[in-house]
């Protein structure tokens, strides 16, 4: 009797950043758990970080199909990385991709899902005859955005500057035209430029994502079908499986699996402010976190923490080393100043923290994942974004969701501290009941029968289907 063929083995790789990252081995197990192999690429520098401060290789014991793989982005070790992405992606252009190359024409690789903000897996997959899906960790209507930009050329809305009108509405984003203005729109469109290189590095998102066999997205329809139902008209093989953080823990918790101690992080998490949120009152600490990249000045911090400390209310501050420009660490006045309602730590559990019942607020800088992580537990949010899709997200919070408040473009004590009371006192009914809503139907959108299972369903199927042997 012949042997079944071996299931097919998917190659993800996601773009060297935390957030991608932690995503994409949620997709990995998930994929595992539907019976496909992976194997999970990613450059040397994030491979060393993930065997130091994750439990990935644990967690993945149990899926004797994953496998994983590092491949050099071509950059010397004390390279800086984080803040100075551009210069990864260029470096993968010239280096990783014939060394990827290769490794698709090595074989037993049946499909790739690869992040579209590399781009060139897309050419190497073609040349080499095996399928690839896109997958994308920004939000659909960030990617709309980038979808646009030849459109906002040709109408004249780009480019402009950040000394122009930046309250002008924007028209060229169908389904966005209500609400967008141009300080919503990824912080590089104020370059006043439109050979800006991020623009180049975007420009040709509509008619590169349809070339791949599927998209992938890290949403759920019912948070973003207006921008969906648009996307679809040019791309009409999409993907919506997310929030894959809790898809995941869902998968596992349909399947009676007991949930393991999920840890992605590329640095050592404190799990002390778990005890400290232990002894909050319900719904009573504002969380406050800039993610894994952002950075702020001196002075920033201290607004932020004069504006925290005369809010009156609790809160636990993610404050990572290398986050303070000009700073070795954390000042020491803050610390000392913080004591009586605060807590301030490195790194942080944050899906456990966002899942905990003390927390009511989220200070965040609106990168993807937070706000996913952040809808799916109900947390109302104050949305300070940094860069790129966190200026588009943070729109979407205030005035699509109404899950809480969108400070961008301001750092004043003054309008911290009142934004603070209005999230977690003065509106907080209010901002609760959204959030619980929307919370509701993430959670629907993961159960039997939900978007985003049918769409994990029908993406297992179609990798089965289109896979090379
Ligand atoms: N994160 C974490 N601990 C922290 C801060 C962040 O585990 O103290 C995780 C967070 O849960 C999220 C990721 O890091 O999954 C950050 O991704 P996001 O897209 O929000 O922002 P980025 O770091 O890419 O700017």
């Not at 899902?113 to 781009?119: E, F, N, Y």
């Not at 780009?158 to 000394?163: A, E, H, K, Q």
């Not at 929030?243 to 918790?253: C, D, R, T, V």
């Not at 404190?270 to 702020?296: E, H, I, M, N």
């Amino acid at each position: 009797m012949a042997l079944a063929p071996p299931p097919p083995r998917v190659l993800i790789f996601p773009l060297p950043l935390q957030g991608p990252v932690n995503s994409m081995l949620k997709l990995s197990e998930l994929l595992c758990l539907g019976g496909l192999h992976v194997t999970f690429l990613v450059t040397d520098h994030i491979d060393a970080r993930l065997r130091r401060y994750s439990n990935v290789q644990s967690r993945f014991r149990s899926h004797p199909g994953f496998r994983l793989q590092a491949i050099s982005d071509g950059l010397p070790e004390n390279h800086p990385r984080g803040d100075k992405f551009l210069e990864v992606f260029e470096s993968m252009k010239v280096h990783t991709k014939p060394l990827f190359k290769e490794l698709l024409q090595s074989g037993g690789i049946s499909c790739v899902i690869a992040d579209g903000g590399l781009g060139f897996p897309l050419d190497v997959a073609e040349e080499v005859g095996i399928p690839l899906f896109i997958v994308r960790t920004i939000s659909a209507a960030c990617l709309w955005v980038f979808f646009r930009l030849p459109q906002l050329i040709q109408s004249g809305e780009l480019p402009f500057t950040g000394d122009d009108d930046l309250d002008v509405m924007v028209k060229s984003v169908p389904g966005m035209e209500r609400y967008l203005r141009r300080r919503d729109l990824p912080s590089f469109c104020r370059s006043g430029n439109v050979a800006d290189p991020n623009i180049e590095l975007y420009k040709c998102e509509s008619t590169n994502n349809p070339r791949a066999t599927g998209l992938i997205l890290n949403t759920f329809e019912e948070l973003e079908s207006p921008i969906l139902s648009q996307m679809r008209g040019v791309c009409p093989n999409i993907y919506t499986i997310g929030p894959l953080h809790a898809h995941l823990k869902a998968k596992l918790a349909a399947t009676g699996t007991s949930l393991p101690d999920f840890s992605n992080s590329l640095w050592e998490e404190d799990r002390f402010c778990l005890v400290w949120l232990d002894d909050q009152p319900p719904k009573s600490v504002l969380y406050v976190s800039f993610g894994s990249l952002a950075t702020v000045t001196k002075d920033q911090l201290m607004e932020f923490w004069h504006g925290l400390v005369n809010s009156g209310q609790r809160f636990l501050w993610v404050i990572r080393q290398d986050s303070v420009a000009g700073e070795g660490q954390v000042p020491m006045e803050l610390l000392q100043g913080s004591k009586e309602r605060g807590c301030i730590v490195n790194w942080a559990p944050q899906e456990e923290v966002l899942a905990h019942p003390a927390v009511g607020g989220f200070l965040t800088h609106s990168g993807w994942n937070s706000t996913l992580e952040s809808v799916y537990e109900g947390v109302p949010m104050i949305c300070w974004p940094y860069f790129l899709d966190q200026q588009v997200n943070s729109r979407l919070v205030e005035e699509e969701w109404k899950l809480g408040f969108d400070m961008k473009d301001t750092c004043d004590r003054s309008v911290i501290e009142k934004t603070v009371r209005n999230l977690m006192e003065v509106r907080k009914d209010e901002f609760q009941r959204n959030a619980a809503q929307m919370a509701c139907s993430a959670k629907t959108s993961l159960g039997e029968g939900g978007s985003s299972s049918s769409h994990l369903e029908r993406l297992i199927q179609d990798i089965k289907a289109k896979s090379v042997v």
